[in-house]
């Protein structure tokens, strides 16, 4: 099982970015998630979504950024309007995967996010 993310970059404030996170393998994929990591910070959750299409963002994103998935071809996205400086992170996209009866934690290489002021 491999995640591969990609859609970050320089982008200036007030602009957007889609984020794209695809799922290789044969497999079943339950809940799928962004979180971000700034410089000296620590890992924090930035959005959700379940099978079924359930969501949950942070506060600090709640408004701009939508997270979406396409089960057919086990892909997630993060779709960010309105990007502020606050936003710069690595974003790193989540899968949590059942392969062979075992559910496991999966994580993408991170993809940087650069928001220009």
């Known amino acids: 099982v491999q995640l591969q993310a990609s859609g970050g970059g320089l982008v200036q404030a007030g602009g957007s970015l889609r984020l794209s996170c695809r799922v290789s393998?044969?497999?079943?994929?339950?809940?799928m998630g962004w979180y971000r990591q700034a410089p000296g910070k620590q890992r924090e959750m930035v959005a959700i979504?379940?099978?079924?299409?359930?969501?949950n963002y942070a506060d600090a994103v709640k408004g701009r950024f939508t997270i979406s998935r396409d089960n057919a071809v086990q892909t997630e996205y993060l779709q960010m309007n309105g990007l502020k400086s606050e936003d710069t992170a690595v974003y790193y996209c989540?899968?949590?995967?059942?392969?062979?009866?075992?559910?496991?934690?999966?994580w993408g290489q991170g993809t940087l996010v650069t928001v220009s002021s």
């Open positions: 989540n899968a949590f995967v059942t392969a062979r009866g075992t559910t496991n934690a999966y």
């Open positions: 979504i379940t099978n079924s299409g359930d969501t």
């Open positions: 393998g044969s497999i079943w994929i339950s809940d």
